[in-house]
Structures are given as structure tokens and as C-alpha cells.
């Protein structure tokens, strides 16, 4: 009874999930090695030219600057994002549900609009640099943008509610007599939210990280609505070459480089959880 | 009259790990039994094949000389409580009690009635349309009760369905099943590991530990003649002494000779039994009156719980665990502990074990 | 001392949280059309605007189907799956399971790039079904997150007592697992529409010449000089958004959808 319910019930998960996964990812791979053609999306034939194109110095800088990029927002998003959730979970039911719709709310808002609105608020005529002047920061008004910092804050922005996401659960199930015992033991709050929580939250911890290290790697928009051409990371390079230089094989050879970097970065923040001694 | 349920050399493995072994049983068609024992018996898994949720690894079921050893759950017409209950959540009391009608072809008018009387039955008339959440346990339990029966089953299965009540409820809610299943004359089978709640409610318990049934009897037969060491030390309270065959009428406990009520036949001399007296019948006195079937010794602890005196007496390193009422032991006089005190262990309350 | 940082974070971040929304929504009723915030001469023009510009309509109505159907199918590939993970421990639905966590997780710029050579090669590229499917397969394990959530909370005394009152199996996936589940699927539902409605880079890859969303829009707007018009779309989104996540909020347990503990226990 089981076994043909279970392939009839799964056939047609089976044929979307895999013809929208694996074949498009093996075709990337098979494009990486064609030649570009003007005239058609790829040309015939096999060449390696879109991977020596990314020993090129641009390619590297664009690398590395993802590599940062993801890094940084990665531990703003988590840093700012733990504490939130945190504070969250331990708020009154009504508070919770408001904040918990806030934050999905802002899901609502295309990545596209939330860069436009960052344009707007750090331009000099409105909004944020005005406000820096009152507070002493700034001499004068000045735009804010194009900067690193400028797409720093803007994928911040876009990356928090999925860092919330991620660590909800496991901080809502909380024990919460575990800390209290550590408070009796003699614990100060603060040790024994560090002593306590922290280690038995390791692991969201790492899969937010991730996740907003992902997201930031690969979004397309933030960058270039936000920075200046010599800010921009692979994932500019490579929605470019795809839209503006009509080279595929060139995008896909470097979205294979991405994707290589992205899987070695999740399974370096696994093994960093899996490794690390307990404190 | 029918035979009711038979089970025949039902057993439960798990890979080397024997849950149930080789029970065999009769609960005639209208009684209370129970499965009595502790946590990891078998009890409940034995409840759980009877209900068709587990399969037997081997052994038959029967009802009525019907095999249903292989009929689906749904086909059984068996009836459970659980333990958690098991309430749907998603619907209010009424639709609750009124969900195994959607299976039989019912009218709405007549599911209606039937609703209603079982409301009545369980003396809530007008929770109908409240939700779960709203209940209390008490009346939560009811309506697991009420939804139990309202297939009109033909066995009634119950487990640990008080385990969750406090202890003033658990005791209500126990005379109110009996008086339940009396008006019904419905066959019930109960699992606790309260052995004061099957001693109350049953008219047969079957007791159980590792798998098997150690004893089936009526709540007296077991009380009064506890077939082995663990009927003993479980139902109750008994103090277990080691003693020794001295002859065909006596055994010896240290210097001492007992003269039990009856003594197994076929023992030899020196052969090593099991004593098992209740500390309720022992008689305290203060000086030793009789040579046979007397102890003495130094109290060592009392405990004062209102109704009764509980007292343990260390005997030549034998701890005893006697109990007197109030009264008794203010008549003995006896300044409570480190007195000594002489028991006097009347030869009906003297049974000897042999396992 | 602790309470007024406490205080002070969250305030700090609930401003920077809404910040964007209110220069949004502060831009779209501004009286001209320049980009100014705060507004000036405050004025519901662009609402009007937008409302009468086929353009955007068109935009807007494309974006919403768009979302409904990938909100379907992803379901209706997240559901069979879910179910033979719970029911049956399928290793085949964990691997696809597993499959669809990796398609999210892949940078989106590469997952854009691989749909449009896929829907290339397969000689398609630039119909809605593209944009509908790839969103659908992309944002898939959010309904199978949720759903398979429903499927843990199902407490396996419930379906034995059902069984004991009569039920088949087919009388308990209706009566019993399917009321418990529902909520679950409605906000996996939600979920895909809403991220499927902002969704702009796959959107663009893969059919974006032809198929012309809301996001995409408002990006070729953005590069042609803003029009506080764009706000206006951007405002709409914010209190669809709002709406759904409230009314779930309303109906159902939200932090238990979450995966929070549920009310009543903590």
C-alpha cells in the first residue's frame, strides 16, 4: 500500500523541485564553459575564457568586497538581530504579535523600494544628514550616499526580519528555569544570559549568520543603487554582465565561483559550530 | 451470556526487549478490571493492543468468541480514554462527543439527542458549545468520558485517565466511574499504577510487573492472599521477612517461631520463605505476652498522619513497619521511641511466600 | 538601568525599522514632484495617479496574479512533500526537502542568471509561467517550513483516539489533520505571496523585457528619475503586507506559526 501512494503522492514535487533545481544548476555549469555570442544568449562550443576572466584583478576585488560585505552584515544583522528577538520573546503576548507583524511587514517591501527609500533619506536635501548636523556629526548637509556604509545599513535593513525569523523559535522555547537556576547559582543576569543562552543557541546563531551572509551575497539592487562602481561586489558584476555586456557564459562563470564560495562559507559556519568546545 | 474479551498468550516484543509476555486473560462481559503495576509493566501496551493500536507480536484476541486479533482499530468499536486525554482542540465540546457519530449512519435530530443525554450522563448539561481550552480538568476528563461512549462500545478502555487530576478530584472522579459503568453494565478495563485506585473501583485486578501477570483476583483475594513477593510488596503495605521452615506448622524469625495461617505443603526444614504480614494487623503490645508468634524490639521512628500511628521497629536488625490508631497507642502508654515494644503477629495475618 | 538600555534598543531599531516605511509613505503625498520629505503642500495626487495610469494598474495586477499563482503551486508542491516526511519518514521527501532549503539559500543574482538560462535553453524565456514556477520552486521551503511545522504540533493521541472513534485514514487526514494544518498552509500561502510580490531580480532575469512587475517598474522608474508615484505602489505593498500578516495574526496562534511556544505556557 505504501510504496506506490508514496511515489504518486511525490511526482509532482519530485519533477518541479528537481527540473527547477538540478537542471538549471547543471546547465550553469554547462554554460560557464561556452563561448559568448551576441546574437544568441550562449554561442557553441567550449572554452574556459569566462573562468580565466575571473583571475582578472576586477573579478578579485569583486570578490573580496562581497566577501566583506557579507561578513559585516552578517554580524550586524545577527548582532542587532539576537538582543531583538531575545527581548521579543520575552514580552507580553500583544507586544510580541505587533512587533513579530512589524518586522513581516517590512518583508512587504521590494528590496527595489527599501534601497530607493535609503536613496532618499541619506540624500543631502532630506532627510538623515540633516539630522547629523543637529547632533554635531557633520559639519554641513551632505549626501550620504553613494557609500559602503550606505549599503551596509540598507542590507542590514533587508536582512533583519530573516535573522529574527531564524532565531525565534529556538528563543522562544527558551528553558527558561535554566537561567534562573544559573541566577540562584550565583549568576549575574549578564553571565547568565552569555553562559546559558548563548551556548544553547549556537546553532540558530550560525544558520542566521548565514542566512544573512546569503542574502547579502547574493543581492543585486542595495549595491547598485547605493554604491559607487568601485563598491560593487560580484553580485553587481554578474547582473551586469547578464543585462548590460549580454555575456552569460561570463555571469555564469562567476556565479559558479559564487555559489562555490557560498557553499564553503555554510560549511565553515558548521563545522565552526560543531568544533567549538563548550564553555 | 457472552464470554466478553479473551486474550490468549499475547505478546509484545521489541527486537530482544520483551514488553508483554504471554498473557492470557477473560474479563467476563460487564465487569471493572484493572491492570495494576508500575511504570514499564506492560500494562499499557497490553490496553493498546487490545485496542488495536499496537499489533501483537503473537497471541489472539477475542470478544464474544469473535477473533479480532486482525480487525482494524476503526472497525473494533472499542472505546479509549487517554491518558492526555486527547480532546480535539479544534472542536467545541459537543462536536467533541458527537465525532464517532460521523461514521454511523445517524440522522443530525437523532445525533442531537444522543449528544444531549451523554451531557446529562456525565451531569454537564450546558458545556455543549464551549471550547476545550475553556474546561477545567475535571470537567475536561467527563467529556473524554462522554465522547468515549458515545459509540455505545462494546469494551471501554481507560488510561491512567485520572493521572493528571489532583488528589480531591481523582478520588470524586473514581467512585463516579464505578457508578458510571454500574448503570451502563459496560465491560471496562482500567490501567493505573495506583493500586489504591484499583483496589476501590475493580471487581478484578490484574496485577502485573515485567510483562507478565503476577496475580488476577478480586481486590480482597489480593490484598488478603498476595500470590508472590512483588503482590505483596506492592498492594499495600507489607513487611516481608526472611524466615526459615522449622516444621510442618511453624517458621522460625530469628529466635522467634511464627505459626502462619497456613503453611505451603512439601517444605523442608531450614527451607528460607518469605513472611509477609501487614502493619496494620500487627497487635503492639507492651510486654511480650506469648512465646509463639511474637517479636519484640525498639521503635525507631513514628509518624503521627491523623488516622493513624505509623511506627518502624528495628526487631534483631529486622526493620518492622507497624501501624495502630490513635487510640490504641495512647492506651499502650509507650513514650513513642527509643522504647521497646513487643508485636504480636496474629497467625491469620502471618502468609508465607515462597517467590 | 537594564530596563531603560532595554527600552532604549528597541526604541532605536523600531525607528530604524520604520524609518524607510515613513519616508515612503511621507514622499507618496507630497504636492509636487519632487522627492521631498517631509512633505510639502500634502496632496493625494499620486494616488490618483497611480490608480488611473494603466501602466502601473497593469503592474500592479501582473505583480498580484503573479504572487497568487506561485503561492499555489508552491504549496501544492510543499504539501505532499511535508505529509510524506511526517507520515511515512520518506528519505525521498527529505532530500527534496533538502533541495528547496538550498534553492532559497542560493545568492538570488545566481538564482536569477540560472532561470533565465534555463528558461532560455528551453527555448521559453520571457513568459509569466517562467516568473510564476521559478518563484514558486524558489520560495518553496517557506510553506514546507510552516507546514511542516502543523504536521509536528499534531499530537499522535489525537489520531488514535480518532481511530478508536471509528475513523479511517482517510477520515483522519479530513477531520483531523486537516484543521490543524490549515493555518499553517494559509500563512505558507502568505508568505510566497508576499515575498513573490516584492521579488525583483528573478522576476527581471527571467521574463522582465516582457513581463513587467511591480519591483520591475518601479526600478526602471528609479533610473529614469523618481516620481513620488512609486510610493504610491511601495504604500500599497506596506498595508497588503500589514493586512495579511495581521489577519493571520488575528486568526490564528502567530508565534505558534512561528514556531514560538504557544499561549498559555512560558
Known amino acids: 500500500m505504501r510504496r506506490w501512494q508514496l511515489s504518486v503522492l511525490l511526482s509532482w514535487p519530485a519533477l518541479a523541485t528537481l527540473a527547477l533545481t538540478v537542471v538549471p544548476v547543471w546547465l550553469l555549469l554547462r554554460i560557464s564553459i561556452a563561448p559568448p555570442d551576441p546574437a544568441a544568449p550562449w554561442g557553441a562550443g567550449l572554452t574556459f575564457e569566462a573562468y580565466r576572466s575571473l583571475l582578472a584583478p576586477d573579478s578579485i576585488h569583486a570578490l573580496r568586497r562581497s566577501l566583506q560585505l557579507a561578513v559585516v552584515v552578517g554580524i550586524v544583522s545577527v548582532g542587532a538581530g539576537f538582543p531583538l528577538t531575545y527581548f521579543i520573546t520575552r514580552m507580553q503576548r500583544r507586544a510580541q504579535v505587533g512587533w513579530l507583524v512589524f518586522l513581516l511587514a517590512t518583508l512587504t517591501l521590494s528590496d527595489v523600494l527599501i534601497a530607493f527609500s535609503w536613496q532618499v533619506m541619506l540624500s543631502k536635501r532630506i532627510g538623515l544628514s540633516r539630522i547629523f548636523v543637529a547632533l554635531g556629526l557633520m559639519q554641513q548637509p551632505d549626501s550620504l550616499a553613494p557609500s559602503v556604509g550606505a549599503i551596509i545599513a540598507c542590507l542590514t535593513y533587508l536582512v533583519i526580519p530573516f535573522t529574527v525569523l531564524t532565531l525565534y523559535p529556538a528563543l522562544s522555547q527558551l528553558d527558561r528555569s535554566l537561567i534562573e537556576a544559573a541566577r540562584t547559582l550565583g549568576a549575574p543576569a549578564w553571565r547568565a544570559f552569555t553562559s546559558v543562552v548563548l551556548p544553547l543557541t549556537r546553532v540558530p546563531t550560525m544558520v542566521a549568520f548565514v542566512l544573512a551572509a546569503v542574502l547579502t551575497l547574493g543581492s543585486f539592487v542595495p549595491p547598485v543603487a547605493l554604491g559607487k562602481p568601485e563598491h560593487w561586489p560580484m553580485s553587481v558584476l554578474i547582473g551586469n554582465a547578464a543585462l548590460a555586456g549580454h555575456n552569460l557564459p561570463r555571469a555564469a562563470a562567476m556565479s559558479v565561483l559564487l555559489l562555490v564560495v557560498t557553499a564553503l562559507l555554510a560549511l565553515g559556519a558548521v563545522r565552526a559550530v560543531r568544533h567549538r568546545p563548550t564553555p | ?355 | ?266
Open chain 3, 1 to 266: 538601568m537594564t530596563a531603560i538600555l532595554r527600552r532604549a534598543f528597541l526604541g532605536l531599531l523600531a525607528l530604524f525599522l520604520a524609518a524607510p516605511l515613513i519616508v515612503v509613505t511621507g514622499v507618496s503625498f507630497n504636492g509636487t514632484a519632487r522627492m521631498n520629505f517631509p512633505p510639502q503642500h500634502a496632496s493625494l495626487i499620486w494616488y490618483g495617479n497611480f490608480f488611473s495610469d494603466p501602466g502601473w494598474m497593469s503592474a500592479l495586477t501582473l505583480s498580484a496574479v503573479i504572487a497568487a499563482l506561485a503561492s499555489l503551486v508552491a504549496v501544492s508542491i510543499a504539501l505532499p512533500i511535508a505529509y510524506a516526511v511526517w507520515r511515512f519518514n520518506s528519505r525521498a521527501a527529505m532530500a527534496l526537502q533538502g533541495l528547496a532549503r538550498v534553492s532559497f539559500l542560493l545568492p538570488a543574482v545566481v538564482v536569477s542568471i540560472v532561470y533565465l538560462v534555463f528558461w532560455s535553453a528551453l527555448g521559453h524565456a520571457g513568459h509569466i509561467e517562467d516568473t510564476i514556477l521559478s518563484h514558486a520552486v524558489v520560495f518553496v521551503t517557506l510553506p514546507l517550513t510552516t507546514i511542516g511545522l502543523g504536521f509536528q504540533s499534531i499530537d499522535s493521541a489525537l489520531i488514535d483516539a480518532a481511530r478508536t472513534l471509528g475513523a479511517r485514514e482517510g477520515d483522519v487526514l479530513r477531520t483531523v489533520i486537516r484543521p490543524i494544518i490549515l493555518p499553517y498552509l494559509v500563512s505558507g500561502l502568505v508568505f510566497v505571496f508576499i515575498l513573490s510580490l516584492n521579488e525583483y531580480i528573478i522576476a527581471y532575469m527571467v521574463a522582465g523585457f516582457e513581463v513587467e512587475t511591480l519591483p520591475i517598474k518601479v526600478f526602471n522608474n528609479l533610473r529614469m528619475g523618481f516620481t513620488p508615484t512609486m510610493c504610491v505602489g511601495a504604500v500599497l505593498f506596506m498595508l497588503l503586507g500589514v493586512l495579511g500578516f495581521g489577519a493571520i495574526a488575528w486568526v490564528g496562534d502567530l508565534p505558534k506559526l512561528l514556531g514560538g511556544r504557544t499561549q498559555g505556557s512560558g
Open chain 2, 1 to 355: 451470556m457472552s464470554l466478553g474479551l479473551e486474550v490468549r498468550q499475547l505478546s509484545k516484543h521489541y527486537g530482544s526487549q520483551r514488553v508483554v509476555s504471554d498473557v492470557s486473560l477473560t474479563v467476563p462481559s460487564g465487569q471493572f478490571v484493572c491492570f495494576l503495576g508500575p511504570s514499564g509493566c506492560g500494562k499499557t501496551t497490553l490496553l493498546r493492543m487490545i485496542a488495536g493500536l499496537e499489533a501483537p507480536t503473537s497471541g489472539r484476541i477475542l470478544i464474544n468468541d469473535r477473533d479480532i486479533t486482525d480487525t482494524p482499530v476503526h472497525e473494533r468499536n472499542f472505546a479509549m480514554v487517554f491518558q492526555a486525554l486527547a480532546l480535539f482542540p479544534f472542536l467545541n465540546v459537543e462536536e467533541n462527543i458527537a465525532y464517532s457519530l460521523r461514521f454511523r449512519t445517524i440522522n443530525a435530530q437523532q445525533r442531537h439527542e444522543m449528544v444531549r443525554d451523554l451531557l446529562a450522563l456525565i451531569k454537564l448539561p450546558d458545556i455543549g458549545k464551549r471550547r476545550i481550552e475553556q474546561l477545567s480538568g475535571g470537567q475536561r476528563q467527563r467529556v473524554a468520558i462522554a465522547r468515549a461512549l458515545a459509540q455505545e462500545p462494546m469494551l471501554f478502555l481507560l488510561d491512567e485517565p485520572l493521572s493528571a487530576l489532583d488528589a480531591r478530584l481523582r478520588d470524586h472522579m473514581q467512585v463516579e466511574l464505578r457508578q458510571l459503568q454500574q448503570k451502563l453494565h459496560i465491560t471496562t478495563i482500567l490501567v493505573t499504577h495506583d493500586q489504591r485506585e484499583a483496589m476501590s473501583i475493580a471487581d478484578t485486578v490484574v496485577v502485573m510487573a515485567d510483562g507478565r501477570i503476577q496475580q488476577i483476583g478480586s481486590p480482597t483475594q489480593i490484598y488478603r492472599q498476595p500470590a508472590n513477593r512483588f503482590v505483596a510488596g506492592f498492594i499495600g503495605r507489607s513487611n516481608l521477612i526472611e524466615a526459615q521452615v522449622e516444621d510442618g506448622l511453624h517458621l522460625r524469625v530469628g529466635e522467634r517461631l511464627i505459626r502462619p495461617l497456613s503453611m505451603p505443603a512439601m517444605m523442608s526444614h531450614g527451607e528460607s520463605v518469605t513472611l509477609a504480614v501487614r502493619p496494620e494487623e500487627i497487635r503492639l503490645l507492651a510486654r511480650p505476652q506469648h512465646e509463639l508468634n511474637c517479636l519484640t524490639g525498639r521503635i525507631t521512628f513514628t509518624r503521627d498522619v491523623g488516622n493513624e500511628i505509623e511506627l518502624r521497629i528495628d526487631c534483631e536488625g529486622r526493620e518492622i513497619i507497624a501501624a495502630t490508631s490513635p487510640a490504641q497507642w495512647s492506651a499502650l502508654g509507650a513514650a513513642g521511641e527509643p522504647s521497646e515494644v513487643a508485636l504480636q503477629l496474629p497467625p491469620e495475618s502471618c502468609r508465607v511466600l515462597t517467590s
